[in-house]
């Protein structure tokens, strides 16, 4: 009866997310959930915290011809089975990185690599429905923004399109829960390694640094160049990315201008803490001009597996249907 | 037999640790532990890890004349005790912010007030030993530096001091553990408001600010603002400081080159986790051009209570007292 | 147009959950929002994380005559104002542990003080609708359970009923997040007393314990004593009660069967995490023979804000009302 | 000059806690350190928290003849090493489990295969300093405790031993941070699954059972059946043992008596929080008679990587080699 829906990778963290927000969505039915070495094995196994538990997870082969696809594969592995999908008039939500990127260029820039199908990739909307605007309402094929970029560029873009801030010698450091760095089994994904401590990771490399930069780009108009620096925080989820930027003009009319009509972004007076929008789409904005270093300071908090993730996703297939932009998105935190 | 030394403000996290270090100190001897509301209690009801849980606190007023008073007070509560130990001949370490200003003006425009004794700043030496050098041997007063300036500027003074960054649009994101925001009873204190979070706090007004421009100014020669941004991270101790400024030159070989004879700070070749020195009185530091944004990062980790806080101290006391610098203090982190 | 529902004591941890829980559910219209400190600000300033967040809390003598009135107080807060709010014909859940002694004796037995009103207790029903079965069903007041007892109970009262373990030489260790403590501000609920700690709290006297001892006397008709011991555990939520009672058969067929009907009920083949059910309104249960020692072992984890508090004394008043037992209830976890 | 020591298996946690202990050790010096997988690396590459990061892991097979060797070795990894080298002279403490039951049968009954070198098992003492008195002075080969018997056996084994509790129809539930898991890449230790969640584990079929009640067999004389239930918590370190046993006398005399001349065993007039020991050698104890279910309640707290692991080894070394029990054995914790 629903729109019937494909979960592509529902053994990982975004894909388990995918699978609860799905489950109680009012329009779409999750008819297909495909994982690769946990195929076969039920949804328990991998997720007992969600009902449905004796769901079959089934080979990525297997998926058909769903209504939409979502997309939760490693990085370079979503863009064969999205074309392959698209060829076949599936609507897909990747959120992986293989199509994100404007132009083939770009990506070969950022990636080191050619992309594999470069003339693809204006075919692909960028899913940020904050700043995509009215593109993604009957979009067919969406690439999801990844987490730091959609917490830096909520914050940001705003603020360089209105030349509220310069676009140049912008500094994001940003604070992420452990989720953000997938299951896999790794030594520094250990309990042991993670708890009471806090460390940067990728410093200089991060590949969400171009995602980024392009964001900033389109807005600004101008190309820049962003110094981006993630760290890895004891805690399961949640982001805040502190971002500085030159400052112009008081950035609190523009953000509040820009949001207005945003059901899932607010801006708030005082510095948010991830707490207050883990569990929920939401993403809060506090920003303010440093008058004595002349910066503006944004801070911006989301959860990773919601608006960083799965809920963002989601969001998008809303638009993609038609749907009102909020259905089956939780607006409230899980504090405490 | 020992040298006798006294800890005011011991119910505290700081004072606590100071007691501990002094215990197991090979030349100070602990002979007075001064609380406020404490006092006439055991040492045990406020610090049950420690040994000597039968030592009774005393009021701050009778401290007498030991050969040095540590003291580990709220902001503004050591400037008059402090006056009155200098005077009766006690050297002091204050690991409070009273006199850690270099003239009566920068303390008025740090703090919004006059400070009560300007003319006695100049009598107290800043305790921050790799940067102030053998000022501290056979010094008097020595005013113990804020957790975050010692993390900042032991990473950016040697490299503002070499010309190999600018010391202008500096910006400085620190992440610390919830010890450093003290032991009192505050909401935002509470586990349920600080487990699964972070957030930034005293965004742009954290009087840590201007005693950081005060060591870069003295470093550089030259007059900056920074932008700094502290933030609460679910961890017990430690601080990250995640340091940019706009690159000149490499800034390893001259990071290498300044603590090449200092027993506490090591420069190590990737980015630090707190966990490592959590524990110790060590600095890890970690410097890299990004070569994208052309700006230089600088990580520091150090653990707040330690390097931060008591270890300082007594690594100032050690020099005063013409003692070796590592005398009693832990070289080894407490990881797992 | 919906059924108006007023909470006293919203601006706890409980309470909080009961604004979201409620203003999510498809029959109950939030109306008031009671406080006693707070009282006059708005709801964001104590819960940023919900929704409407400019709901003003009001004094609680305003709560005027809502269709049903959630009481979310401290031990000994809620007899008079639920007496009061039971006079004037308003349906009450009471959070707290006022009404659920079923005798004066017992009451006075437990808490030592006479209860102010013994002749209404039995006019108060004992909300864990799992073992009150249809005694909920259109009931007016309800008495909803403690964390604890609703943990320990729903593993042991099946099996003392059944005759599958005795009813004496119980032992149950609870181990509660630290929600479960509240929200005042106390030195032992502060993040440096709590994080990387545990510990047990309430040896022998916790005040859970006679509720316990009463439900599984009225599962088993036999007057016991069990021994209580709850643990601090740093966490926010959820509770684990690993529960030990002399075997007799078989505990696994007793306790499938009593919860076959149950929608939160759920009886797992493995020892549960309280991660898989945080967030939601269930209790995973697992239960096996010791052969060696010759005793069952039950271990029952639930959420101790949602089936430990808000979310049973929902569902106790979507029975009262008549409605879908599981109506506004999550199913789901939050892991990770 | 000093003691010759050598450390196998240096790799692990307990490992690295034992060159940590060692390298500040008065009398022992580390000339050797072991590994398997990571042999060739440096130390830093495996602790960084540790100074001498530059020594190099050496496969076990060069172990050579050290005057001392500390095994930090898998279960079942122990006794051919251990074996070899006590055929060379060489004095070890065995941190494994390969020798620590008193006879062949006992040990077959408990893992379910022959012990390989039964007749060997005469010449190991149970390192336990506390319990297997003078028997350690002078020992050659010692069997390290396991940490949860160290835990359970320190509280129960005076009583027992006593007559001031029954030895049967104890209940045991043991609360343990993440490092007693071990450093191995598994699903259930990544942060992600242990992070914000309480669980039970090995519930009725954990190897530290018969080893518990190895030890109440010998200190009551009698043979019981202990049940013992671990659990796994989101902390680093530390083990709580909750023990239950029916009461028969005052348990706090006994205990006091016990420990009177115990350097590092504390029994203290209230619940001892974890956190009070990590870090230090030290066992807190607390016990009283629940008169209400007649059970006597033990709660004993120790750190399980030092009381329960390298720091209990390091006190039978001490032994072993005639030198002060407490040589190089912090007394103190980390708190906070």
């Known amino acids: 009866m629903g729109t019937a829906a494909a979960i592509l990778g529902a053994s990982g963290y975004a894909g388990g997310e995918l699978v ?51 997309l939760a594969l490693p990085h370079g592995a979503s863009w064969e089975v999205g074309e392959a999908l698209a060829g076949r008039g599936v609507k897909v939500v990747d959120l992986g990185s293989d199509y994100r990127m404007d132009t083939g260029d770009r990506y070969e ?12 990739l204006g075919d692909w909307h960028y899913g940020l429905p904050e700043l995509s605007g009215i593109d993604l309402r009957g979009a ?25 801030v310069e676009p140049n010698a912008i500094v994001i450091d940003s604070m992420s829960g452990v989720t953000g760095a997938g299951r896999s089994l790794q030594e520094n994904l250990l309990f042991g ?8 990771y990728a410093v200089g490399t991060h590949r969400h640094r171009p995602e ?24 399961q989820r949640g982001i805040l990315s502190t971002c500085s930027a030159p400052a ?26 991830t707490r207050w929008v883990v569990g ?3 993403a809060f904005i506090h920003a303010s001009v440093d008058v004595h270093a002349n910066r503006t300071m944004v801070l911006v908090a989301i959860d990773n597996l919601m608006k960083g993730a799965a809920g963002q996703a989601v969001q998008a297939a809303n638009l993609m249907f038609g749907l009102p932009e909020t259905a089956g998105l939780p607006m409230t935190g899980w504090l405490p």
Chains 1, 2, 3, 4 share one sequence.
């Open 20 to 70: 609860r927000l799905l489950d109680a969505h009012p329009a779409f039915d999750v008819d297909f959930l495909g994982a690769h070495s946990s195929a076969g094995n039920p949804l328990r196994d991998v997720h007992p915290h969600l009902t449905g538990g004796d769901r079959i997870l089934e080979p990525m082969a297997a998926v058909g011809e769903p209504d939409v696809a979502f």
């Open 140 to 164: 067919d094929l969406v690439a999801s923004p990844g987490c730091y970029p959609t917490s830096a560029l909520l914050g940001l873009a705003p603020l360089v399109a209105a030349g509220a």
């Open 248 to 273: 112009i003009a008081d950035p609190l009319p523009v953000l509040t201008e820009a949001y207005v009509a945003s059901p899932f972004v607010e801006v708030i007076d005082q510095p948010p803490q």
């Open 193 to 200: 390694s993670v708890d009471e401590s806090v460390g940067a």
């Open 109 to 120: 820039a950022a990636y080191g690599t050619p992309h594999p199908l470069p003339h693809r």
């Open 280 to 282: 929920s789409n939401r």
């Open 212 to 235: 980024i930069e392009m964001g900033i780009q389109i807005a600004s108009g101008v190309e820049t160049a962003v110094q981006f620096t993630p760290h890895l925080v004891p805690m």
